[in-house]
């Protein structure tokens, strides 16, 4: 599984981008980020707050329920501020 | 048409490029976002701009998309930048050309508003401080909701 970071979540993680292999038992966003917030204390930090954090898989935003699989390419950010 | 670019454009040449040759075109709406020396009350020396390189475009051309659908646009053209910007600088660029006046309007209101609450980028502010990334701001969820609500005119 492909994870990007951008903004704050990749200052606060330390990583832009990286290739992971979560457990077989995460098959949906929200466990995908209970897993991120497991990760140690870096990650705990940066997922503390999840109102605070937008997903997007395959490039789509993404809500709680909707799937990741291992070839997705998932990323992790703020919400926008462009414009 | 959707472009997304470290370098400044030049309103003008691209104005004549979107209308070039069409006469149907009546009218054309600009707007131009520049990059200010204040927010916060905290001085501004530079912000940069990080984006999502795949998914930018590709929320930038749905976005287009949808005003294409909603108005009847003879030609629309978003361009926006990253990298290091100073006070003073262009930003973004969003230019919408139609028959008629109300429907250029419209569909620049509503893709500046939408495209600030849905392209993937980020501003981080250089103030006397450090660095800050620049929190979502509310009025802009407001602003880009009410395209929800409103139906535009055809015409």
């Known amino acids: 599984m492909k994870m990007l970071y951008f903004a704050w979540l990749k200052t606060k993680t330390g990583v832009s981008e990286e290739s992971v292999t979560p457990p077989a038992e995460v098959t949906k966003v929200s466990e995908l980020l209970a897993w991120q917030q497991a990760r140690g204390p870096a990650f705990a930090d940066a997922f503390a707050d999840l109102t605070a954090l937008r997903v997007a898989v395959n490039q789509e935003y993404a809500g709680p329920d909707d799937q990741v699989a291992a070839d997705d390419e998932i990323a992790f950010f703020p919400p926008v501020t462009g414009g | ?155």
């Open chain 2, 1 to 155: 048409m959707i472009k997304v670019q470290r370098e400044d454009f030049d309103v003008g040449r691209e104005l004549a490029q979107l209308t070039g040759g069409n006469h149907k075109i009546g009218g054309v709406t600009l707007f131009v976002g520049l990059v200010r020396d204040m927010a916060d009350n905290a001085e501004i020396s530079a912000m940069t701009l990080e984006h999502y390189p795949g998914m930018t475009e590709k929320q930038l051309e749905k976005i287009n998309e949808e005003a294409q659908r909603r108005w009847p646009l003879e030609a629309s053209l978003i361009i926006h930048r990253y990298g290091r910007l100073e006070p003073g600088e262009q930003i973004v660029l969003v230019a919408t050309a139609s028959p008629h006046r109300q429907a250029a309007f419209e569909a620049c209101h509503f893709l500046i508003d939408w495209l600030k609450t849905k392209a993937p980028f980020w501003k981080l502010e250089e103030t006397p401080d450090g660095g800050h990334w620049v929190d979502a701001r509310d009025s802009d969820n407001t602003a880009a909701d009410r395209w929800r609500l409103e139906e535009p005119q055809s015409d």
